[in-house]
């Protein structure tokens, strides 16, 4: 069968593969058929379409029976979306200081959600019960925002892994003191893949109530989705995806490639393959005399201490972007499409870097 036709052309050379982002990566070609499967027909729009309608029976068997999907757009909505759902007006989120919602989302989670973040520094991009505690005060006071929530990321922003029994203990702790529990899992697969667990093991059986499942990082083309676990926790869902600008006209093709990841295993295949790829790099990285690794390679990225000058010189050859200009320290990530080729020819790249 011919491939439809179009007056699109192709404006970039699809061999060349980098390590700034695993957002960079296409969408993976299961994904893209989904979409194909998809297409053609009417279908009812806005969530009412029966591929939606069956991304509820696949969350259920990932979270549980009593689990409930809603799909938007991106990863910041999701995020915004979910803490909405869980927070009052004169609510408060704790999360740590490198949070996503704290650093890279525009301020969208105060502005947008109209909540207040309380971070806290953290060595390594992962919360605890007494971490939380410099922030879980003053719930009667007027003059402070309210903690409501306490947001975690897994995998976090520095690329370490939370286990089970330590999201459980941050549960208990927040539950404790009336805090509902979000998880950003923008990265989930890696960390179950990493964990080598189910990703319920550390969602809904370690006491989360609300996560942001992410697609796009993971070979969707576009889309996440806010999953709620405790249906106690949230109130009027639907009004706030309408009202935050999530909700998707056409949802059917944001559910079906969810479906195409989690029905069975791309997922699974995907996030274990990007996680081999860090683990190869950091290996190579090692063995190189005058680089660093700053923290566990634990999911899919690796960041490194180098000096500046390489850096700017090996960001001539391949994509990537400084994590803290000042202090010479580079994320290197890897995505479901980083081939065994990709990660060599990097390290050969830095090799001759650094010996210049």
Not at 179 to 203: C, E, Q, W, Y
């Amino acid at each position: 069968m011919n491939p439809p036709k179009t007056d699109a052309r192709r404006h970039h050379d699809p061999e060349v593969r980098g390590f700034a982002s695993d957002n960079y990566a296409g969408a993976h070609p299961e994904v893209l058929a989904a979409l194909a499967v998809a297409n053609g027909g009417h279908q009812v729009a806005y969530g009412e379409d029966v591929y939606t309608e069956n991304l509820q029976r696949v969350i259920r068997s990932h979270f549980g029976a009593s689990a409930e999907a809603f799909p938007v757009f991106n990863g910041t909505g999701a995020n915004v979306v979910a803490l909405q759902a869980v927070t009052d007006r004169w609510g408060a989120v704790i999360c740590a200081e490198s949070a996503h919602i704290n650093v890279d989302e525009g301020g969208a989670p105060e502005r947008v959600g109209g909540l207040k973040l309380l971070t806290v520094p953290t060595p390594d991009g992962k919360l605890t019960p007494e971490l939380i505690d410099r922030q879980a005060w003053g719930w009667e006071d007027e003059h402070r925002a309210m903690p409501q929530v306490v947001s975690i990321t897994q995998s976090t922003e520095l690329g370490t892994l939370y286990t089970p029994d330590e999201i459980r203990a941050i549960c208990e702790h927040a539950h404790a003191h009336g805090m509902k529990v979000h998880l950003d899992g923008s990265r989930i697969a890696n960390a179950a893949a990493s964990l080598d667990v189910p990703m319920r093991t550390f969602t809904n059986a370690a006491g989360v109530d609300i996560l942001s499942l992410g697609g796009t990082k993971n070979g969707a083309l576009f889309g996440e989705a806010v999953v709620v676990l405790n249906q106690d926790a949230v109130r009027r869902m639907k009004h706030l995806r309408k009202q935050s600008m999530q909700l998707a006209s056409k949802m059917r093709f944001v559910s079906v490639q969810l479906e195409a990841l989690l029905a069975k295993d791309l997922w699974l295949r995907n996030a274990r393959h990007a996680n081999e790829m860090a683990q190869r790099l950091a290996e190579g990285v090692r063995a190189v005399h005058g680089v660093e690794i700053l923290y566990p390679v634990q999911a899919n990225g690796v960041f490194a201490r180098l000096p500046h000058d390489v850096s700017e010189r090996l960001q001539k050859r391949f994509r990537f972007y400084f994590w803290d200009e000042g202090a010479g320290v580079v994320r290197w990530m890897c995505a479901f499409d980083t081939t065994e080729e990709d990660v060599d020819a990097f390290l050969a790249a830095l090799k001759e870097e650094m010996a210049r």
